[in-house]
């Protein structure tokens, strides 16, 4: 019956359901196979998002953003091989899912490496040179000025990488040397250093902000 009571009971119950939904926390993934989980997950949930450790391609189920973490990337990828997980985050990438990698996420996320043969992503139109500052420079830190920032960014690099070179649609954000170590495409965010060993939260904000949309 129009107008009855007891029909507007029922739709202020599902009008506080969906407002509850709402306000439920956005879950960001962190791939948890190997690498710098913990620190990601830490600083997400001081962030106020739920973080998700990732290991089967079931838990890309709705995120609203995925970080793939620093480690080793040939390790990383071999096990993603295994679990279906590189075509799960690239059908999860390339429907709009936006990802984050950092240092050994950054290599997986390349299109091509300027070294041995290893599974990658192939998320983003760059050629990635591993552990590209040298032996001898096995980690360091360094202040950034970071496209977008305010203020300049210190990053932690370990063995990392650099972009040796970009294609169309990656936007650089910095450099070292004129060797790209920070780079976004449109639901893509690179760091070849790693933000979640420091206490500056910037760049996960910046994550959830600008790439996720949160
Ligand atoms: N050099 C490592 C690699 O190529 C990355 C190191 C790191 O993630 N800290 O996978």
């Not at 063995?159 to 780079?183: H, K, L, S, T």
Request: hydrophobic share 40%.
């Amino acid at each position: 019956m129009v107008g009855s009571g007891a029909e507007n009971g029922e739709r202020r119950v599902t009008a506080r359901r969906s407002d509850r939904e709402d306000e439920s926390p956005k879950r960001i993934g962190v791939l948890a196979l190997q690498g710098d989980v913990r620190e990601h997950v830490e600083i997400l949930k001081k962030l106020g998002v739920e973080p998700v450790e990732v290991r089967t391609i079931e838990d890309l189920d709705r995120l609203a953003g995925l970080i793939v973490p620093g480690g080793e990337s040939t390790t990383i990828g071999k096990i993603m091989v295994e679990s279906g997980l590189l075509d799960g985050v690239r059908s999860f990438f390339y429907k709009g899912g936006p990802v984050w990698g950092t240092c050994a996420g950054m290599v997986l996320a390349a299109s091509a490496t300027t070294g041995p043969r290893q599974p990658l992503l192939g998320l983003m139109n760059a050629l990635v040179e591993r552990n590209g500052f040298g032996r001898q420079v096995h980690s360091f830190e360094k202040e950034l000025e970071i496209e977008g920032f305010e203020e300049p960014f210190v990053g932690v690099f370990i063995r990392a990488p650099f972009f040796e070179d970009v294609g169309p649609g990656v936007e650089v954000m910095g450099e070292v040397d004129g060797r790209v170590v920070a780079a976004k495409g449109e639901n893509i965010l690179v760091t070849a250093f790693h933000p979640e060993l420091t206490d500056d939260k910037r760049f996960h904000e910046y994550f959830l902000r600008e790439v996720c949309g949160i």
